[in-house]
């Protein structure tokens, strides 16, 4: 029997979209995810928490004073004024909620044009969202800086208690009581709390911090939250299938999940990085920028079933929505579709005379399209899209799927240091198919090694890490890998 058609259920305070599968709430006009039923579950999110905690967009931003400082950052749940029905069939509903912005509103709102939209469609177990912000180019249009956006959702704490980041980073987590005094003894920066009389005595004498569970933005595909009481067994996942959006390369750490139960798709943040990756936008500055789609998932296990293959099966619908990228059934003119984009390829190699009297190929090289800048500036790059990938063992590369417009190519080599940047930027156009050949990368040196510590990868694994104070411990990092 084929799944139900999507429908649209537009009240005076709210806006219902329902598939049979999933059936989503969202204040109007504000645009607030106040509910997501699943599963004979009446709400999916935190139902103690008032209608605006529970799912929404923010952004933390900063006034920009005539000498070019920014004041202090100003944390905002971004509230529409607007809402429109885009898209409304049996097969896909899409709505927008809206803020635009005015002179009025300087000081007030951050000074952005911003557009939110969730995607229902027929049988699929779960809703998508994106947003596009726009800066005006006129010169009423204030200076800022934006330091954080992101989509949030706060679950159930009586259901959601085991979190899942990666195969070997998953456990069941503190409750956010355990945080509040008496139970909790805040450390060395708030967000650090000893859990000295925690709700489960089994994790007295650890250490809850959100920063503990951040990772790569290349690794953060798929991460969320498993009920596993009462029996059926259900997940809440959030995927982002292209980092195209997010600043600040693969490399860049940003949050996922933590306490709260919280479920983060962080796209622009100073976390790891500082002022650097904090985009600023001079007086009539025009800029524009979609953000996402992310996807919400939502799984069920059988009765008996093993609640942990749902992270199975989130993986596997992670791996469903990269092939999909990108989405074609998206009605915003600024998310571009496939045919819209072009590729890049080509063969990297390096020379090094001191390693070798041939071309060595650049095995497993990250290859990356960014904005023009500087050689390395793609790590500071916080307001265009970024496009990367890994060449395989013989140095072939292939970019897909790149927005229309101008960047540079870069690369780094596992094994050697530095940079690689292309001399003359390169032009997406629709539909392109741009070869680049073979491209000679040759490291910076002074001479032949005499010594070295570790591999220039980019990362500490090499090093030895000691073992924590046992006063201070979380119990998924004794001995683990990536500890």
């Known amino acids: 029997m084929p799944p139900i058609g ?16 999933v059936e989503v709430t969202l204040s109007n006009p504000e645009g607030i995810v106040t509910g997501i039923r699943y599963n004979g579950v009446d709400n999916l999110l935190e139902v103690l928490n008032d209608e605006t905690n529970r799912g929404y967009w923010d952004v933390v931003w900063n006034a920009i004073d005539g000498s070019g400082k920014a004041a202090g950052g100003v944390f905002e749940v971004i509230k529409a004024t607007k809402f429109e029905v885009i898209t409304e069939s049996e097969e896909q509903v899409e709505v927008s909620f809206s803020r635009p912005w005015d002179p009025s509103l300087e000081t007030k709102l951050v000074p952005l044009n911003i557009d939110k939209r969730f995607v229902v469609v027929r049988g699929c177990s779960g809703l998508y969202s994106y947003a596009v912000y726009e800066h005006v180019g006129s010169p009423e249009w204030p200076a800022f800086s934006l ?35 008496g139970r909790g003894q805040p450390l060395a920066y708030p967000e650090a709390v000893l859990l000295v009389n ?33 029996q059926p067994a259900v997940g809440f996942w959030q995927i982002t299938p292209s980092d195209e959006f997010r600043s600040g390369g693969p490399l860049k750490q940003n949050l996922t999940s933590h306490v709260g139960p919280t479920s983060l798709s962080v796209f622009l943040s100073a976390h790891y990085a500082g002022d650097d990756l904090v985009p600023k936008f001079g007086k009539g500055e025009a800029w524009k920028k979609v953000f996402g789609p ?6 069920s296990a059988m009765d008996g079933e093993d609640p942990l293959t749902l992270w199975d099966d ?6 469903v929505q990269v092939e999909s990228w990108p989405y074609s059934f998206l009605a915003s003119e600024d998310f571009q579709s496939a045919n819209e984009r072009g590729n890049l390829s080509g063969k990297l190699l390096v020379s090094d005379r001191y390693v070798s009297g041939d071309y060595i190929p650049a095995s497993r090289a990250y290859v990356g399209l960014a904005p023009p800048g500087d050689v390395g500036s793609w790590q500071r790059e916080c307001k265009g899209y970024q496009f990367w990938t890994r ?9 897909n799927n790149v927005r229309s417009g101008n960047y540079n190519l870069n690369a780094w080599v596992p094994g050697f240091i530095g940079d690689y940047q292309n001399e ?20 910076p040196r002074d001479g032949p090694t005499l010594w070295e510590i570790g591999i220039p990868d980019r990362s500490a694994a090499e090093y030895y890490v000691p073992d924590p104070d046992p006063k201070y411990i979380n119990k998924l990092y004794l001995n683990h890998p990536d500890r």
């Not at 980073?169 to 355990?178: K, V």
């Not at 994790?203 to 953060?220: A, P, T």
């Open 294 to 299: 992310v996807f919400i998932y939502l799984n």
């Open 391 to 399: 060449a395989d063992e013989m140095g072939y590369f292939t970019i």
């Open 6 to 21: 999507v429908r649209l259920n537009v009240q005076e305070h709210h806006v219902v979209i329902d598939n049979g599968i």
């Open 314 to 319: 989130a993986k596997r619908q992670m791996l």
């Open 424 to 443: 003359v930027a390169i032009t997406i156009t629709s539909g392109c198919g741009i070869y680049m050949g073979e491209i000679v990368y040759e490291p």
């Open 198 to 230: 925690p709700v489960d005595p089994r994790l007295r004498g650890e250490v809850d911090d959100k920063y503990q569970y951040s990772c790569d933005n290349k690794d953060i595909k798929v991460h969320g939250w498993i009920s596993m009481n009462p």
């Open 147 to 181: 330091g954080e956006t992101r989509i949030a959702f706060k679950l159930r704490k009586d259901r959601f208690q085991y979190m899942a980041v990666a195969d070997n980073r998953q456990r069941y987590m503190p409750l956010p009581d355990d945080r509040l005094p």
